[in-house]
């Protein structure tokens, strides 16, 4: 069994639905609870990311210069089926923490998702986490934190996203899921353009079932057109045969744009220092 450290809980915790496991087609899924996928992973391919949704995620990378990931830090909020923390310990080479409050779901992931041994792994709060970790250590943030009702994020307010921020080195880049075509979404990543300033959002079109991925950055320089391109054709040389498309990303991005004016507005930028 992989080790495990405990983190604190700063509230009392909320009672875990049980974790359920099925397989279709060569694919291992995870769910808590419910119908819904929290993950999944070939079983001959457990490196391969599977997921439209999950590959995304991990188009943070082309807010990283150049083998930017490289001497940097990891950290997963929400662990599912694993598939971004093999990639980023196995893959990239990097320290890799991975902080999931269900117990279950750890050890799930330790028999049947091949967990990292080389990922350190907290049992605890997202939130707690972040409250006691260490400000600017981190490079890489993944946020993927949902229940079993899967409706909108369980931690998701400005509070929650300042402190992603404030944990994120100078230059460092956050990658969240949210459901693009839920109600919660305006909500969601006007919280993060609160938390990060406007001109440090992105987010990717949507997939078709319906995921956003949004991208947040620490001071992130925005490179032009041919520097992301060099970066999408290096990550795609490298990681394409993983699952990783990178130059179809960049027909997806778009800089944050707010919303027409609705009389309610969005709240106001509150940019930790």
């Known amino acids: 069994m992989h080790a ?17 496991l099925s397989e279709f087609g060569g694919v291992r899924f995870l769910h808590l609870g419910s119908i819904w996928v929290q ?3 070939r079983i001959t391919k457990p490196q391969t990311i599977e997921l439209d949704y999950v590959q995304r995620m991990l188009a943070s990378l082309l807010w990283l210069p150049v083998g930017g990931w490289a001497g940097g830090s990891a950290v997963q909020l929400g662990l599912g089926a694993g598939a971004i923390t093999r990639f980023t310990c196995q893959q990239l080479r990097v320290p890799t923490t991975v902080v999931e409050i269900n117990r279950q779901v750890i050890r799930v992931n330790a028999n049947y998702f091949h967990l990292s041994e080389c990922a350190e792994v907290v049992r605890g709060d997202a939130a707690d986490w972040l409250a006691q970790a260490e400000a600017r250590s981190v ?5 993927d934190l949902y229940d079993h009702e899967a409706a909108a994020p369980v931690l998701d307010s400005i509070n929650f996203y300042a402190a992603c921020r404030h944990v994120l080195e100078a230059g460092g880049v956050m990658s969240v899921n949210l459901f693009g075509r839920h109600a919660s979404f305006e909500q969601s990543i006007g919280h993060i353009v609160a938390a990060f300033g406007p001109d440090q959002v992105w987010s990717l079109r949507p997939t078709r079932e319906g995921n956003t991925v949004v991208v947040a950055g ?3 320089e925005v490179p032009d057109r041919d520097e992301l391109t060099r970066r999408a054709d290096l990550i795609e040389a490298r990681f394409g045969p993983l699952g990783l498309p990178a130059r179809k990303w960049l027909r997806m991005v778009r800089p944050y744009t707010p919303p027409a004016p609705t009389g309610s507005g969005l709240p106001a930028l509150v940019v930790a220092a």
């Open 139 to 143: 490079r890489l943030l993944h946020v």
């Open 4 to 20: 495990v450290k405990d983190v604190d809980l700063l509230r009392p915790a909320a009672e875990l639905p049980p974790v359920t």
């Open 218 to 220: 620490r001071g992130v």
């Open 39 to 41: 993950g999944a992973m």
